[in-house]
């Protein structure tokens, strides 16, 4: 199956700065793909020119294989919120939905149905203003929704809001991709994209770091074993363990922590009991999505 969306050296320039620089990635159907980087990326740039607000200054990009020098040919089948919604504040969910329907064609059914789908339904009659922020976001993916599109785009969308209203976004964005959806979601908040995301994209300074699935980012990078043993004494051997096995190692919140392979757990447990050392502590832990990015944009957590 082609991509759902494409882009070949997908490139804008505003004078001498260069937001995005020579971007390609290819977005797989009926997945959540992340889109990540840190602000300045070129995250919403990108974003724009995906949805024909703005010209490429070079290189082309395609959606439903449609090049997006046509936006009329793929708009019709694309659902978007960007920067946040905007709404009557005085108005209500529901008219809110009902004013965009009719400047949209869309049948008024299509709002009843969106704002069950949202979990808004038994506030569909409350003004907008009276709305917390993880409400007022599912209103506008309701929005994005209306003209029940192939693809949906986000900027953004758990910027700012709490644990639960994330919670709340999580659960539909799940929801909604498993319903055929192609979900592409920019944010900086990368503990979330770790949960729901199944394909990223990373970006820094404009450029494409990474692509691919999130499980292949998070596996090619610096698997650790935490080890402690029952005296503080015990640190210096295990690290000399460590070191002679061809691992490197830190002490960090009362324990050893050895960048090594899963597989080297077994080694180490039999060198620190030959060694007259009880460990009572030997654990695999791996790399966040955090980590990982920054791991590979080479910057500071």
């Known amino acids: 199956?082609?991509?759902?969306?494409?882009?070949?050296?997908?490139?804008?320039?505003?004078?001498?700065?260069?937001?995005?620089?020579?971007?390609?990635?290819?977005?797989?159907?009926?997945?959540?793909?992340?889109?990540?980087?840190?602000?300045?990326?070129?995250?919403?740039?990108?974003?724009?020119?995906?949805?024909?607000?703005?010209?490429?200054?070079?290189?082309?990009?395609?959606?439903?294989?449609?090049?997006?020098?046509?936006?009329?040919?793929?708009?019709?089948?694309?659902?978007?919120?960007?920067?946040?919604?905007?709404?009557?504040?005085?108005?209500?969910?529901?008219?809110?939905?009902?004013?965009?329907?009719?400047?949209?064609?869309?049948?008024?059914?299509?709002?009843?149905?969106?704002?069950?789908?949202?979990?808004?339904?038994?506030?569909?009659?409350?003004?907008?203003?009276?709305?917390?922020?993880?409400m007022k976001q599912r209103l506008g993916i309701a929005a994005a929704l209306l003209p029940n599109p192939k693809v949906l785009i986000l900027d953004e969308p758990v910027n700012g809001l709490d644990p639960a209203g994330i919670h709340e976004v999580r659960n539909l964005l799940r929801s909604l991709a498993d319903s055929g959806i192609s979900i592409f979601v920019s944010s900086h908040i990368l503990s979330e994209l770790e949960v729901i995301a199944d394909h990223l994209v990373v970006v820094d300074h404009g450029k494409v770091l990474f692509q691919g699935a999130t499980k292949d980012l998070l596996a090619a990078h610096k698997p650790r074993l935490a080890v402690k043993g029952s005296s503080p004494t015990d640190f210096r051997l295990l690290q000399d363990i460590a070191t002679a096995a061809g691992f490197t190692s830190e002490i960090s919140d009362e324990q050893l922590v050895v960048t090594a392979p899963e597989s080297f757990a077994g080694e180490l447990n039999k060198r620190a009991f030959a060694s007259g050392i009880t460990l009572t502590l030997l654990q695999v832990t791996r790399p966040t999505l955090e980590e990982s990015f920054f791991e590979i944009t080479g910057g500071e957590k």
């Open 1 to 134: 199956m082609a991509a759902i969306i494409s882009a070949e050296n997908l490139t804008k320039k505003y004078g001498e700065l260069v937001a995005v620089d020579h971007v390609s990635f290819e977005i797989p159907a009926g997945a959540i793909t992340g889109f990540v980087g840190p602000n300045g990326a070129g995250k919403t740039t990108t974003i724009r020119m995906l949805l024909g607000l703005v010209k490429p200054s070079a290189g082309n990009a395609r959606i439903l294989e449609h090049s997006i020098a046509e936006p009329e040919a793929y708009l019709p089948f694309v659902g978007a919120m960007i920067e946040g919604p905007a709404f009557y504040p005085a108005l209500s969910g529901r008219e809110n939905l009902r004013v965009l329907a009719r400047l949209g064609d869309f049948p008024y059914e299509r709002v009843e149905e969106l704002l069950e789908l949202v979990g808004l339904a038994d506030r569909a009659t409350s003004k907008f203003k009276t709305y917390s922020l993880g």
